[in-house]
């Protein structure tokens, strides 16, 4: 069936992942895993284009700790040095 319907796959980076949960939580109010927030990392990159269409966005697994996020996020910043 994937080799009939798909039309292609995208990938995102672990930072524009990271990303994409702060948005969501910051932006919408919403926390979100990150693996919960792939496809929305996606179209916020520019990863899936988007441009000029209607995009419906389906977010996951809230299940996930704000602590848990936040250590992502630090970690993220401590490694950029």
């Not at 948005?23 to 927030?37: I, N």
């Not at 899936?48 to 809230?62: K, M, P, Y």
């Amino acid at each position: 069936m994937l080799r009939r319907e798909l039309e292609q796959i995208v990938t995102v980076t672990d930072d524009e992942l990271l990303h994409a949960c702060r948005f969501l939580l910051e932006r919408m109010k919403t926390l979100v895993e990150p693996t919960g927030a792939l496809a929305a990392a996606a179209v916020l990159t520019g990863a899936a284009d988007a441009a000029g269409q209607r995009v419906g966005v389906i977010l996951s697994g809230g299940n996930t700790k704000l602590a848990r996020l936040a250590a992502l996020h630090r970690l993220k910043e401590k490694n950029a040095l």
